[in-house]
């Protein structure tokens, strides 16, 4: 199994901002966590961050050739993007999107997710453990 | 570790009706697969299902006493009841929400939860595998 | 042919109670009414009130195994039932949704129903005659 | 008693267009329906179409002098006509509104009537069986 | 001057139906007491009644090379004719419109006007004077 | 017959302002050409200017016992007066609105009128006119 | 004078739950205030709880032939149930709504409520004394 | 206790007019009432009425150095002044909101109110009697 | 190829009025340019006018054994009109909507299109040019 | 140059209430703060204080013939005040629309200005800072 | 002619994904079309595509001082961008914007374009015939 | 202090394009400005300017190390960037939102900001003043 982990805007300050609503992981941790998991898992994991929409719909783009599950979590951009939601609606593998807080506990415009209409599940507020739940159901769904 | 699972209404239907939404395992199956999944994590599962609102209501008030998570898949209840709501927030414990369906990509009026803002985290659409994810990320809050 | 009409919250207060928007029948007659009317088209006829949306939810599952059509006045849960219009889509015979009053002629929040959607017709507006056509336009999609 | 039927724009194309939609009979054949059933209660009736919303408003107005009752298919004005609401609402004899689709199962936009609110009651998605259980619906008021 | 008055859907039947909402003359009768004001005011005053949307849009067209001031009751067609305000913005006189009864006191849907915004002025809710003190007004522009 | 003419904030600025919205009569010159439009009708005429929502509130409550219409160009407080609405509410008389501009026209809030529900009447567009058609339709309404 | 007070979901853990919102008083202690507080005004007082909306509807159905007024705390059904609405709406005697919190106060759904329109009086924020102030209220309502 | 009583606009003129909603006492006589029961609970009582919102907003300040408890009943304001809840939130006591009529039975401007957040409570339809109700509960608010 | 060509209200007056909105070729100079357009495609062409909304409907519906694709200007019916949109959606030949000017730049309400959603193409903003771009267009869809 | 500084409803209170919001500047302090930097500019300042809109709508008015600029905080009238607004419009010289606190940060409801759109500009968050900031800007825009 | 042709996000995946919406064409044979089609209209084509809205921002910017006109499939952006509208507005060159898909026949928030109020023109739903309309526009343009 | 000042997308343009709204400075003028006024402030200042999104995001959160005030003008990111937001919402440092125009009062959507909420304060509308003000205001909230 091979799965992407796409970070997006904000996550490369993870663990010294806001501890109280993201966590005190940094993105780092969370990537060696991940990679960690991921062996447990027998996946191959590549992990990629950028604070620019037309950089994530890119790596999301080239997700088709490799990967077998997309796992994202597209921060401010889940608000906001159609375009990233297009790249993600003609990818043909399963899409799990992944938040670290509980959207729809904040402030009103979080509740609104461009992207979870083209997942194939959505996993929010566990902190960094949204993640790992998220290659656990990868998982899963590579093996069905 | 106690986890207290309770399930919606209709989901004593599960396995016989629109298994293309639903997925094709009967309640019983999921209660099984809890039961195994929560010997694996030394946690003790006691699940629960009601078609009644009041009843569920119930179910989450007597769980004050017991249980260390509540896992809920509050099926159609989860867009109309306040009642429900009302139950969890009181409830000391965190609550983990979940759905078969991946709700957000439905109706519009799926889009709306009043559980989500009071519950700790959201697992939507992995099918059986939304309340084994949602068991495993019981076990982590509760190792906490 | 075998018909279950549900009679959904208050109507169990039929005939005593604003006999001008809800006419001066009561529950009884309008059972014996549509016995009667069931026997001259050859149809079984059972009915099953309850004040209970989860009671509601419950009658309408049991139809799957037994009834050819279901006849359902939703009442006050017409408006604000997600659970009762699950369990109307996930029921294999057709089902026909009738109101006593026309509910599009009364509040504004009478004109949204959640049940309409997922019903194959909806008669709305001629007292307990709105029962009487269901039951007709049932032996028609029987026999069709 | 005497009935006329108001057939709307688009009517006269049925049988031959969209017939998962709105049936395989045409508009004569439903007509032809409609005067046996009329036979069949003792009752006259007369049918009329038009595409034109004027015309429409003038059938109606002309209904005056002449009908017991008003059997009406607004079809796409259902959504958009004041003028024809407020023809019906000057009406002295109960109108029937009648569809042969649900249309409360299709776009949003036909959810909404501003004919219902002025209309005694409303039969939805029997097909030509809708215009049939008007027509006892009439003779069951007209009775009263 | 000279003055087309036009009438909208179902003011042909002024007078014989809700006389306590639109008053108790017929249109005959306003239409007389125009031509004596007009005669007053030494105004040419024509006048014209449809149910058709069309056919007011073709009167109003035809306005524009004769008379000085539109004056139009557009009835049920003020809330929802995008063609008639079309028609009126490209005339190159001035138009009031009239109505009847207050129609800002009525239902929500009338009290939104596509007319109002392309008028010059709007009188409303003096019965059959609102057309009168619409003549005085236009004589009043014209003089200017 | 009396009539009390109430004049909304900002309206003792007519003239010197905005003339191309509002023209370019002065106050003083409305309320002569008032009295002088009065006493042709053989009306006795009270004009009373404020720019403070309780001063006219109180104008209008002081015109139950004298006027046998009031005329009120509520100005910027038509959008927004519940008070004001409140006060014409409880008068035993007939009021009737007035606004130079045509408020239907311009921008979207200005569309809105707490008032209009509650007069009997609404004129608007005509300039200093506006004040002289609702003299005309007072000494009409009386006389009725 | 007899009173049936009713009390909804969640209210049967009172005192041990938030009590920040909702007080430290436990439901035992509010029923007996009340006793004490209809023994000093010379009423009969019962009281219901309970989760069900059902149960709720068929209490309110029950308290017409026994009390002269009714007063029910609805809780979580305020906001959800037209069912509990439409038992009131048929109630014969008054009914007050009483809240322990100011529900205008606190989330933007708890502001509306279905209940409120049906009933002769609301009071809301006083905590258990608001049960107090509505027996006041009740005893004045009986004594006119 | 000291208590400060304000009264907004219209209220003065209670009594005379609409009795059949806002009943027949006059304020004179609400005051009275109030004086006397504020005797009964030894609480000292002034009471302020105004037209105008600048002068309530004024009266609202100068409890500050007075009152123990606000009781205002804002009327019109009550849906239309922020300035009004502003002076309100900046009082160091508490502030009871009160209604003669049940303002959520009522146009559905009504049902929204600036006050009510800042408010300790809201007693809405008992007539002059949510006055004393008002009264009671102040007590009870400074004895705690 | 034949193409049947309809033009929506108040076309017929192209040219004469509000040039800078709708350019100054009259309706005649375009239905010319579109027959010499169609001869170089070797496409016979038909066009008709109506202000009439059912008259528009009737012209659809008889395209039905004629044209091999519909191209229609539904000027103010766009907005507007079921009608035509139920027309043009049983209609078995591909329909393109065009508009002179660029409908989106205009008022609110004219970005709104009951037909575009059920049009092959749109294309708006082009003048005259609007209709030969869909001409060009028209070909490519016959020949593919 | 001359500089009228209007402060709105509430102001008058600055200093004593609720200081973490609006600071704890008293209205005297600020006032001096405006004349002792309106030294080191070379202009004049006039302040003005009101809790009524209408004593601030004749404030605004005044500032015609005397002031080159206007400084208003228009406070709670700022999200309600038609009437300010019309007076502001009509102001032949620019206004600068300054708040203490970030008006954008509150309630939604404070999100909205009727002032902002007849303003030159906006200086909203900075505490008493806003004014003189203000008065920066002003001299700015008179030397253009 | 010169024509700047900007494809946005995703395009560059034309041919291999969701060919049913987008069309088999890849983005290589588009641009190869577009140089042969510009060829024939002696025009000079340049073309650019790119994930990125900021590339994109700057990419139309770059278009002023060489082409006469700019092509634009704002794709995903075309909902989301304020800032590729405010580009395009400061463009002083013609602005044709172009869909292959038809946007007003898909998911709602596909309906709204930021860019459509600034563009000259609007082609949808012809696959890579758009573009090809577009470019015949485009001369048709910078011929006037 | 040090001061970073950021420039969002089509700001690189100003001077040449659309001078009547964003004025005739270019942006090498006002960061001259700007250092000219950060030197009579003792200020170290620091400038920016990106069309990218995430450029833009980056560089706010590298402001965290260094600079003690963040002045940025989100231009049109300011309606449509959760990503911006957030990425304010983490910086340790006040935020100051700048306008060149009056943003409150051109379209609609401009008057919503997603950045307003978590600045500490909002200039908008005096053209390159607007920074030199937020400039000032930066170095009082640092002297604080």
Not at 86 to 108: F, G, K, M, Q, W
């Amino acid at each position: 199994m091979r799965v992407l982990v796409v970070h997006g805007p904000n996550l490369n300050m993870l663990g010294t901002r806001e501890p109280d609503i993201y966590g005190s992981k940094t993105l780092d941790q969370i990537n060696a966590m991940l990679l960690e998991e991921g062996a447990r898992l027998r996946a191959e994991i590549k992990t990629h961050q950028s604070n620019s929409e037309g950089e994530l719909v890119t790596a999301v783009q080239q997700a088709a050739g490799w990967a077998d599950v997309l796992i994202i979590n597209p921060a401010g951009y889940t608000h906001t993007s159609v375009a990233l939601r297009d790249a993600i609606a003609a990818l043909p593998v399963p899409t799990i999107e992944v938040h670290l807080s509980n959207v729809y506990a904040r402030e009103d415009f979080r509740r609104h997710s461009y992207i979870s209409p083209v997942a194939r599940g959505v996993i929010s507020g566990f902190g960094a453990d949204s993640y790992r739940l998220a290659l656990i159901a990868a998982a899963r769904l590579v093996n069905e």
